[in-house]
């Protein structure tokens, strides 16, 4: 039944066709996610790839009235299966969001938060998770003495980078970020971006972005959807220096979206 | 006509209904409060009624507004918290879901006196208490508790949906997201509802008046036993509270000091009213204020 999934690869999705009621939005993909690599998914506005991102850890279900066809293998569990554990399934395929989301809670709550419902109940324990997933974004030193307050309070770009903290925190393998930079500002961004490319060391990255630029400093492969469809999918490089296809070409080269 | 004469024209108009409406509000406020002061003393808060002499208090009538009130609470949160919950998270927009809503829309919109009528059949008739705190609590539950359903539900679905999707993205199950999320996010607004709906139940009058009755034994607030007919805590005894007490002494007083009595306990009721949305904005404001961090 399930296809062979070869070492390196974390996600692959066979004859994957996805519908909200009648309207088909994801169209026949077929293609492999890598691991320890960041692949971004670029596109004009409503060509599917939020929809996308959002069935690897099927975030897709919250949406309501959806259908789905075909296979998104992880590793070698096909996701469309029944009987998938959503639980286990989403604490290792962790999601960043477009707006930053931190719970009106205090800073070291948010982080907490995951490895606390998965079972991590001695504050020791969670004090090194708290301390390790905030060093990894880079974080801990700017809130190092006030992890007590109010997640709320901190600036944009420090909320976003403490979702990823909260993310990390239950040790996935993959993370999903769905135009994570979309809202901040261009230091911001900055940061976030090259908070990527450190993280890849360790983690899967799978980003949306709309962002032209950014998919071409941060990702080692680049898809590119319109209308559903998986235009075409290659090395960032070759991608945007020698597109295969017209349409990627025209996209890449602003003549639409 | 310029449309800038017409624009002065169109703000003076709306200036004037806000007048008019804040005019009323303090106008009735002025006369209550104003006729109220010249009554109420410690005398008067701390005394029991008396039947035909004058210079009786309101001492009982308070006490059983409050308990009324705190016994309808007790089951008014929990099944109106369970059941908005159930309309914002579980159920699934459909024939059912609308049927449901539309339910509690008629049960929000009854006429208390209705309410009234139901529970002297059903909590006093039928179960054979006869006029009791329970019966009266009962009732106001049947009065109260769409309202409740409806604050909670609007206040759990205006909890952003980012957070609920955060936390379900860290794999954390759907009742789980509610406690841990949509609840604590949503508290500041139920609690604001829960407040200013126990106002309204506090100065609730029609649907006691076959319920919990028009009388109040003796009582001894020394007894603490909730069995005893003459303890306060006894849910099973007749209690009148503030709002059918004024009710009761304006229709079938004997006392010459009816608008005395009358003026007085009405101010009490508004107060008590006022207190309670005063309190339900600035509860509401503090902890807004402690979970989003500003100063």
Redesign the interface.
Known sequence: MATAVKEKEVFKMKDLNLWYGQNHALKNLNFSINKKEITSIIGPSGCGKSTFIKTL?L?IY?AGNVRMSGEILYHNKNLLDNKID??????DV??V?Q?A?????SIYENVA??PK??GIKKKSELDDIVEESLINVALWDEVKDRLN?????LSGGQQQRL?IA??LA?KPEVLLMDEPTSALDPISTIKIEELALELKKDFTIVMVTHNMQQAARVSDETAFFLMGELIEKKDTDKLFANPSDKRTEDYITGRFG | MNSRVTDKIATSIFVLFAAIMAGTLFALLGYILYHGFAVIDLDFLTSNSSSFREGGGIKNQLFNSFYVLFITMLFTVPLGIGGGIYMAEYAKPGKVTDFIRTCIEVLASLPSIVVGMFGLLVFVAWTGWGYTILSGALALTVFNLPVIVRVCEDAIRSVPRELKEASLALGVTHWHTIKTVLLPAAFPGILTGVILSAGRVFGEAAALLFTAGLTTPNLDFTNWNPFNIHSPLNIFRPAETLSVHIWKVNTQGIIPDVREVADGASAVLVISVLIFNLLARWLGSVIHKRMSGSK
Do not use: D, E
């Open positions: 850890n975030m919250s959503l639980v286990s399934l989403r604490k962790g999601m969001f707006k989301n931190p719970f009106p809670k938060y995951g419902i998965h307050a109010p997640a709320l309070g979702c909260r993310a239950t």
